[in-house]
């Protein structure tokens, strides 16, 4: 791709060299002057030689924004350097907020990988509906940090944060926890991505474990909704397909009660089996409407060599409020035996605004 004379190219070279786009090579190949900051220019330095290079420090990101601009109206083809995604947190905000004091520049946007994208490939696939929030306060007020922070936990997103802490920086970051703590289950996954030195260091943890001693400013910190989990050390938030299965002929005969209005309501205490799981229990949904889930948030597990999902580690059905949630709505999915096998997306949807709206996973968990 030949890029035009006097262009400006704000290039997103992502959070490594390794990650780099063509489109990224391409614009800085044909770039004649480049502009970077300084820690950028390491991974680009062999990329750009015989080009003129302008480098600045950390804080001069309006400078470097001018210079773009000055260097392209004087009719050269400017290779603005952005680490990540230009467009997030970087420097393509910077450029387009002084840009309205000039006419007849021409700017384009290199989109790069983000560095969350980066810190979630190596935790797993822990990104489902998510927001992206700074916790620096140099430019944003307190208020509005928390104030997102509180919309997004009460939302349940997945939420990941750039810029957690520094030396000198360590309210925002407080107080996200705070928050998060008071909106999410103490057992929620959060997963941590540190580059330092050119070593990428990946650890999980939990909130309530959650150590401001392992968090700094070269930190993504990734913290789970409702349903994220943990499965062999890999971070994961489903996104709710269904898994085949076929309906057990005791489920069956079960649900031909239910729907008959023949089954007990609340704890069995005359079922030899009672408690299956712990007391006290609803058994209400003896068997449960969303088995099998297939995904391990409320405790649930495959047994791996049988194939086979099994509950055992799960009471969440069994909870009051969860039950509660379920008949509320179950009459308008289910009105025959067929439908639990028939409906399972539907039924795996309401399992879902289930644990979303009683954030009973905090007791059942």
Known sequence: MKVE??????IGIGPSRQDMTLRALNALKDAEVVI??????????????????????????????????????????????????????????????????????????????????????LLGAPLHDFAVISLSDLLIPLSEIKRKIT??????????????????RKKPFEEAHRILLETHRPNTPVGLVKSKNDEVI??????????????????????????TYFEEGRMLTPRGYVVPSTMHPLASEFYEKYLAGETVEGPNLNCEYYPCHVHPQSCTFCYCPFYPCGEPSTGGFWIKEKGVW???????IHNEDVVRCVQAKLPEIIHNVEDIKNKRKELLKLRRECIQETKSLKDSS
């Not at 990946?202 to 349903?227: A, F, K």
């Open 310 to 316: 099994s509950c055992e580690g799960c009471n969440w």
């Open 202 to 227: 990946v650890r999980t943890t939990t909130l309530e474990e959650l150590s401001s001693e392992e968090v700094d400013m070269s930190t993504i910190l990734i913290v789970g909704n409702s349903m």
């Open 151 to 168: 919309s997004a936990s009460e939302g349940d997103f997945v939420i990941a944060f750039y810029n957690p802490l520094s030396k000198t």
């Open 5 to 10: 004379d006097s262009m400006i190219n704000i």
């Open 36 to 121: 970077t900051y300084k820690g950028y220019f390491k991974y680009i330095e062999d990329l750009v030689e015989g080009k003129e290079i302008l480098v600045k420090g950390m804080g001069h990101e309006i400078e470097r924004a001018e210079l773009a601009i000055e260097n392209s109206r004087a009719g050269k083809n400017v290779a603005l350097i952005s680490s990540g995604d230009p467009g997030v947190f970087g420097m393509a905000n910077v450029l387009f907020q002084i840009l309205g004091k000039y006419n007849g520049v021409e700017v384009k946007v290199i989109p790069g990988v983000t560095a969350v994208n980066f810190a979630a490939a």
